[in-house]
């Protein structure tokens, strides 16, 4: 009897396990899926890949390398293995979709997909520029506006967050008579760097006047985490700012009996006020006497005009304003004056120049 009792508890147990769970329960599972060497790496990147599935059960205990699971990688470039652990060696650059598979006796089939990322250096970064890099550019007048993008296995191009370990250097080239002084080691030594230096990822900077040619300015990135360091560089045509003409004409017809044998006379900040510096002519004998004077690009002048070389009782001064000195592109400033008994009065013609420049 005893034995019977035996016998009825192992038919019992045999019919539990035929019968008291479905296929559909014992589907393999994966517990879990490492790549023990990161996701992202350096070309030729070595990657070590896990897989831990349980066979029958998701709450179950992974069983790793089962007996009874095929567990395949394909690692997205071609290759592929066999097993729990597997090794491989991505040769290129690129985007590679990894796909682990594991398949029970029965068919049924468990899988996970994940992404691995190679990269042909450690840190690119890349120098742009508004204007582009090559653009011709005049000293003094065009602004640029730099930006830097960088990528590496830690930084986002598109995230400034991840940014956060990166030094940028910016070095311009400056003029001669206005380079940085910079200390050496002894500290009493001096030397003129010819650059001035910008930080950040997107500095603005003027180029100064006295440059021309082609001029480059060099970007410098450390990763100091990393303990990384790339450059870049960015070229500009310069050219020099244009010369301003302010052309001048005095009516001198109603003032005839007046007219010094000296002649009219023009002085202001451009010659230092020395009237007999900058005559007026009247080639074609109208009484209009014109003259033109060169201006440097974006500059501010003074002048008043003599009757002879000497100053008249009524003295006239124009300054002029800040929003005419950039014109058209021709550098030609035309004013027109006329000379009325003691008094100067002017009328303006100025291309490209609202009229309440001259009030």
């Known amino acids: 009897m005893k034995k019977f009792g035996v016998l009825l508890l192992m038919v019992v147990l045999t019919a539990l396990v035929l019968f008291g769970c479905s296929k559909e329960d014992r589907k393999p599972y994966f517990s879990r899926v490492e790549i023990t060497s990161g996701i992202c790496g350096v070309a030729p990147f070595s990657a070590e890949f896990r897989g831990m599935v349980s066979n029958g059960w998701e709450t179950g205990d992974p069983t790793g390398a089962n007996m009874w699971l095929t567990m395949t990688w394909d690692f997205g470039d071609g290759a592929t293995a066999t097993g729990t652990v597997v090794y491989h060696v991505y040769q290129e650059a690129g985007l590679y979709q990894v796909i682990v598979r594991v398949v029970d006796e029965d068919g049924d089939e468990a899988r996970v997909d994940t992404t691995i990322t190679v990269r042909a250096d450690s840190l690119t970064i890349t ?175 003074q002048f008043r005009f003599v009757n002879g070389t000497d100053w008249l009782a009524l003295q006239q001064r124009e300054t002029i304003p800040s929003q005419c000195r950039v014109n058209d592109g021709n550098g030609n400033w035309v004013r027109e004056t006329q000379l009325v008994d003691t008094d100067v009065f002017y009328t303006a013609e100025f291309d490209n120049c609202p009229p309440h420049c001259w009030e």
């Open 127 to 301: 120098a742009m520029s508004d204007p582009p890099s090559g653009s011709t550019l005049t000293a003094g007048r065009d602004t640029v506006a730099y930006n830097l993008t960088a990528e590496s296995c830690r930084t986002d191009p598109n995230d400034d967050a991840t940014y956060g370990g990166l030094h940028y250097t910016w070095s311009i080239p400056a003029r001669s008579d206005t380079c940085i002084n910079t200390t050496v080691a002894p500290a009493d030594t001096i030397i003129a760097s010819p650059f001035i230096f910008r930080h950040g990822r997107a500095p603005l900077f003027t180029f100064a006047t006295g440059l021309s040619d082609t001029q480059s300015v060099y970007l410098t990135v450390e990763d100091v985490p990393g303990s990384i360091v790339r450059h870049d560089t960015l070229q500009f045509i310069l050219t020099a700012p244009p010369t301003l003409y302010l052309w001048l004409a005095v009516d001198m017809a109603e003032q005839s009996e007046d007219l010094s044998a000296d002649g009219i006379h023009v002085a202001g900040t451009f010659n230092g006020w020395d009237a007999t510096q900058n005559p007026l002519s009247d080639d074609d004998g109208d009484l209009i006497y014109t003259t033109i004077i060169e201006l440097g690009y974006n500059s501010s002048a």
